[in-house]
């Protein structure tokens, strides 16, 4: 007898014969009528025949049956215009299509809210709804959900995702193949709210026309920027002072932190391998007496390039545990290269601290820039902290509602590779401007999800007095 909470595999699983499925259940309903009004002339039109439609529909989860439902519907001829026609059943399904159009919206939602796969979907529709839909159709279907979600963007779409506009955005590309995507991201509210597709390697041209017209979206709304955060690309900052330039430009904390990390870890790198040449080269075989304490230092040597290696991490980390600091300070015993190295770190992670202002950090970053110099063997490695992006990720210290990194829009970018991986394969300019039209409005409907949860949540909680 199985548990809670224990798997129990379909029942349908394995089967290799069609005749051991289970038979679908049929439900006949009816669309005959004696007369209609014709859809050109509108005058009454009478029936001069009938036909039958077969149609598949979410199954029955209690027998675990298959639903097929069998409609029956007339014939009309319209003697004023001549005109043939077919009752109208366009609110059970699309002509021409086998599937009610409950079945596609649950199969597009799988697709584009859950996550899945084509293949996993197409399982998942049979699993717990027994139906079965190639998972080549359900791609046609959601390919042509997003291209009627594209024709939205810019007015229903914008007017929902505007709605709470903070004044502060982010912007990034991402690069797909031979595509690029330009993405414009509330950067408080995490909203998505225009993209543009390209073919090619973006220009400042096509930034520019790209940022112009979401310009002229938001003018059109009276809405104003207070500030733009992007990473240390150089599309952006002459386009930005063209656009808006008063408003401060903000790169990406992240970023520049990033780089940083590399080039200490690149310094590491190079002070490791200069200590391994150091080490005494030793005859094969057993040591003399005479050999022994250069074999011991030799050893020792070794083991000290080894465990450099292997903690290389706690030269760049920010937090460290008091075990880390042990660790560390037995490391850093005898080395003044590597001294200066992690005191280098500590200091750059000194610069984003929010409690002190931009001139606080400037003069910060000039004391650190003359105390590399002094080190010849790091002023090369180290050349990163002279980067004007540098100074250019402080902005934020002087405006609080100014986001220090481009998180939003690199969430969003994530996103969009997860599912470039793992669902969609075909890569074709349409198919991407679809798929990133689908997610923008599963994204925006997001709050109301959790909403809904929410209430349902309360209300499993609430007494059962209160439901009767």
């Not at 129990?8 to 209609?36: K, Q």
């Not at 460290?320 to 005191?343: E, H, I, M």
Request: with cysteine; glycine share 4%.
């Amino acid at each position: 007898m199985y548990g809670p909470g224990e798997y129990v595999p379909d029942v349908t699983e394995g089967i290799t014969d069609v005749a051991e499925l289970p038979r679908p259940c049929r439900e006949r309903r009816s669309r005959n009528y004696a007369a209609r009004r014709c859809p050109h002339c509108g005058r009454s039109a009478r029936r001069y025949g009938t036909a039958s439609r077969n149609l598949h529909d979410l199954g029955d989860p209690r027998s675990g049956r298959p639903n097929n439902l069998v409609i029956s519907y007339s014939k009309h001829h319209c003697r004023h215009c001549g005109c043939y026609f077919a009752c109208d059943l366009s609110d059970l399904a699309l002509p021409k299509c086998q599937y009610t159009r409950r079945v596609q919206q649950v199969a597009v939602r799988l697709v584009v809210e859950d996550g899945l796969p084509y293949r996993a979907s197409s399982w998942h529709l049979w699993r717990d709804h027994r139906v079965f839909v190639p998972y080549a159709t359900i791609q046609n279907w959601v390919e042509a959900a997003g291209g009627k979600k594209i024709e939205t963007l810019s007015s229903t779409y914008l007017d929902e995702a505007l709605a709470n506009f903070s004044g502060y955005l982010t912007i990034d590309e991402v690069y797909d193949g031979p595509f690029c995507i330009l993405s414009v991201v509330d950067n408080r509210r995490y909203n998505r709210l225009a993209f543009r597709v390209l073919d090619h390697k973006p220009t400042r041209r096509d930034v520019l026309a790209f940022l112009r017209e979401f310009k002229n979206q938001l003018d059109r709304r009276v809405l104003k920027v207070r500030g733009i955060t992007t990473d240390g690309s150089s599309l952006y900052p002459k386009v930005l002072k063209k656009l808006w330039p008063n408003e401060p430009h903000q790169s990406c904390e992240f970023h520049v932190k990033k780089e940083i990390v590399r080039a200490v870890l690149r310094a590491l790198a190079r002070l490791r391998k200069e200590m391994k040449a150091k080490i005494p080269q030793l005859r094969r075989g057993r040591p003399t007496k005479q050999q022994q304490a250069q074999t011991r230092r030799s050893k020792g040597l070794q083991q000290r390039v080894a465990e450099l290696f292997q903690h290389r991490h706690l030269f760049v980390r920010h937090h460290l545990s008091t075990a880390q600091k042990k660790s560390l300070k037995k490391l850093l015993r005898g080395q003044r290269q590597l001294r200066a190295l992690r005191q280098i770190m500590d200091e750059v992670y000194r610069l984003f601290d929010r409690r002190c202002k931009r001139a606080t950090a400037l003069r910060r970053l000039d004391k650190l820039r003359k105390r590399v110099r002094r080190f010849k063997r790091l002023r090369r490695a180290l050349a990163k902290l002279n980067s004007p992006n540098l100074e250019k990720a402080l902005v934020f210290l002087d405006h609080k509602g100014l986001g220090a990194t481009s998180n939003a829009v690199e969430r969003s970018n994530r996103r969009f590779r997860k599912a470039q991986k793992s669902i969609y394969r075909v890569r074709t300019l349409p198919h991407v401007q679809q798929r990133l039209a689908r997610d923008l409005h599963r994204e925006l409907r997001a709050c109301k999800r959790a909403q809904t949860l929410k209430t349902l949540h309360r209300a499993r909680s609430a007494p059962i007095s209160a439901h009767l």
